[in-house]
C-alpha cells in the first residue's frame, strides 16, 4: 500500500477518537484501503456492509479478522431469512400465473386502456419490491409503480386502488416459511428483518457505497448508532441509483465529514475534467489527480470502452461497432436489449408486448405517435428510430454476435453499469444529450441552454471517471461550450 495521504490519517485519528464518521471518497481515491487503516488501527470488533458479495469477498480477504465482512442481505439471512431457505430454491414462473394464484382473474379498464391480467400481475410483484426498498411499515400508493400512458393522477390512483389488495396478499403470502404461490426473493427477507428493529451486535459499522442505500438498509444502520460506532464511505456524487429508490444518505448524516480527494487512478488532466461535472453537481469535493499517473483528454480510435446513457444507446453502439467488425463485448450481457427487440417484434406485429415499459401499447404505430408526440414518451424517441432503422431481427442478431469481454477489441456499456469499473481508454457515447436551448439569449444573441441537471451531472461524472490513462469526451463535448461550464471554470 502507498504511504497514507494527510486524509486518511485525518480519518484514522478521528476514528480513534470514537466520533461518528462520513467519508466521501472520490473516485479512486483508495476508500476500501482507508477503511483498511481505520480496522487495522483498532481491536474493537466490527462489521463491513458491502453493496455486493464480489466487494465483500475481496475486503475479507484485505480487512484484519477482527472485522466480519458481509453483504446486508447475508446479514440479515443469517439472522432471519434462512427460515425461508427452502422458499428461496422455488422454480421461477410467469408473474402472471402467481397472479392468477392471488386471484387476479380478469383485465380491467382505465381510461382508454385495457390493463391485462399479465400487467396487473406484473405489477402487484413490482410493488411489494418497491416496498421492500422502503423504510415503510405498511403498503403505500406510492409503491404502486406508474405505467406509460397512464400519466393522470386520478387514472394512477384507480391503477393503485386496484394493485394494492393484490400486493398485500401477496405480502401475507410471503410470510410463510415452508411454502407460498408467490416466488421468495432475497429482498423479501431483508425488509422482514429490517421491520423487526434488529440490533447489529458490532462496536463499529462501516458501510461502503452509502451514497446508494436503500431506505431500507438506512433504516437499519441508523439504528445501531446508540451502540456502536457508524462509519460511511461513498461518494455522493455518484449517487445515480434513485430511479430506483436507492438515497444518498451521507450528506444529512450527523456524523464528521471528512473527505479523500487524491485519486490514484489516473492524473490531473482526466480529475480536471472530473471537477468540471463535480461542480455542476454542486459536490462536497474535488479530486485532486496523481502526478505519476500519465492522463490524457482527446480523441481515441480504438477505445477499450465505450459507455453509453442508456440501454438503447448501448444497443445502438453495438450494432456499430459490429457493423466495423469489431469483436464487441456488453457489459452484463444483452438480455435488456434482446427484451426490447423482442417487444419491438411483438408490436409491429401486432400483438401486445409483456415488457414493462410497452405494455399499454397495442400497436408500434402507437408507440411511434407517442415517442414523437407525447413529451414523456421523448425518451423513447431513439429506440424507435433505431427499430425502424434496422428492425428488431437485426438488434436479436448483433446480440447473438457480442463476445466475451476478455477476447473483445471493445467493451460497450452504459454509465450504470460501468459504475465501480474502470478501463485504460475510455470514450463517451453520443447520446448523453446537450441541454435544450431557452427562449433566452446572451448578448452575441446565442440562445442561452438550460442549465445542466444534477442527474445529468452526477452520471457524467461517473462516466469520465472510469478512463485511467485516456479519455474521449464524444457525446459530453458540448460541455467545452456550455456557460455554466465557463462560469464555474472563471470561479
Known amino acids: 500500500m502507498h504511504t497514507p ?46 453493496f455486493n458479495k464480489d466487494i465483500a469477498r475481496d475486503a475479507a480477504a484485505r480487512f484484519p ?40 382473474q380478469c383485465p380491467i379498464r382505465i381510461a382508454d386502456h385495457e390493463i391485462s391480467q399479465r400487467t396487473l400481475s406484473h405489477n402487484v410483484l413490482r410493488t411489494v419490491t418497491r416496498f421492500c426498498y422502503s423504510a415503510d411499515g405498511t403498503l403505500a400508493h406510492h409503491h404502486v409503480p406508474r405505467l406509460r400512458g397512464l400519466d393522470l393522477p386520478a387514472d394512477h390512483g384507480q391503477f393503485a386502488d386496484v394493485v394494492l389488495p393484490f400486493a398485500a396478499k401477496a405480502w401475507a403470502d410471503l410470510q410463510r416459511p415452508d411454502h407460498g404461490v408467490v416466488r421468495f426473493e432475497h429482498d423479501h427477507y431483508l425488509k422482514m428483518w429490517a421491520l423487526t428493529g434488529p440490533k447489529i451486535e458490532a462496536d463499529f459499522l462501516f458501510l461502503d457505497e452509502a451514497q446508494d442505500t436503500n431506505p431500507v438498509l438506512e433504516q437499519v444502520f441508523t439504528a445501531q448508532r446508540e451502540h456502536a460506532q457508524l462509519v460511511m464511505v461513498g461518494d455522493s456524487a455518484q449517487a445515480i441509483y434513485g430511479w430506483r429508490g436507492a438515497t444518498d444518505v451521507m450528506t444529512g448524516f450527523d456524523a464528521e ?83 426490447l427487440a423482442h417487444a419491438a417484434r411483438d408490436l409491429k406485429d ?4 409483456s415488457h414493462p415499459e410497452l405494455v ?77 436551448d431557452t427562449d433566452q439569449h446572451d448578448a452575441q444573441g446565442r440562445p442561452i441552454p438550460e442549465p445542466v441537471s444534477d442527474i445529468d451531472a452526477r452520471l457524467a461524472y ?15 463535448s458540448w460541455i467545452d461550450s456550455h456557460p455554466q461550464a465557463a462560469d464555474q471554470t472563471a470561479t
Not at 401486432?350 to 408486448?353: C, E, V, Y
Request: with cysteine; net charge positive; proline share 4%.
Open 5 to 50: 495521504t494527510l486524509e486518511q490519517i485525518h480519518a484514522v485519528d478521528t476514528f480513534r477518537s470514537g466520533r461518528h464518521l462520513v467519508l466521501q471518497a472520490g473516485a479512486g481515491t483508495g476508500k476500501t484501503s482507508t477503511l483498511c487503516l481505520l480496522a487495522a488501527g483498532t481491536k474493537r470488533c466490527g462489521r463491513y456492509l458491502a
Open 65 to 104: 479478522s477482527t472485522v466480519q465482512c458481509r453483504t446486508a442481505h447475508a446479514t440479515a439471512f443469517a439472522a432471519l431469512g434462512h427460515r425461508y431457505a427452502n422458499r428461496l430454491n422455488s422454480p421461477r414462473q410467469p408473474a402472471w400465473r402467481t397472479g392468477q394464484a392471488l386471484g387476479i
Open 257 to 339: 465529514q471528512l473527505t479523500l480527494t487524491r485519486s490514484f487512478r489516473f492524473g490531473a488532466r482526466i480529475a480536471d475534467e472530473a471537477n468540471r461535472w463535480l461542480a455542476l453537481a454542486d459536490a462536497p469535493i474535488r479530486l485532486t489527480g496523481t502526478d505519476t499517473v500519465p492522463a490524457e483528454v482527446g480523441d481515441i480510435a480504438c477505445p477499450d470502452a465505450v459507455l453509453c446513457r442508456t440501454n438503447i444507446g448501448a444497443m445502438a453502439e453495438v450494432m456499430r461497432l459490429l457493423a466495423d467488425r469489431h469483436r464487441v463485448a456488453l457489459t452484463r450481457g444483452g438480455q435488456q436489449l434482446a427484451a
Open 350 to 353: 401486432g400483438r401486445r408486448t
Open 360 to 436: 399499454l401499447f397495442s400497436s408500434w404505430g402507437e408507440l411511434q405517435d407517442y415517442a414523437a408526440y407525447d413529451p414523456a414518451g421523448r425518451d423513447l424517441q431513439p429506440f424507435v428510430d433505431l427499430v425502424d432503422t434496422h428492425g428488431p431481427d437485426a438488434i436479436l442478431t448483433a446480440v447473438d454476435e457480442l463476445t466475451d469481454e476478455s477476447t473483445a477489441d471493445v467493451t460497450v456499456s452504459t454509465a450504470h453499469k460501468a459504475k465501480g469499473r474502470e478501463w485504460h481508454t475510455v470514450k463517451i457515447a453520443d447520446d448523453f444529450p446537450e441541454p435544450k
Open 462 to 476: 461517473v462516466a469520465v471517471t472510469r478512463a485511467r490513462s485516456r479519455l474521449d469526451l464524444g457525446g459530453l
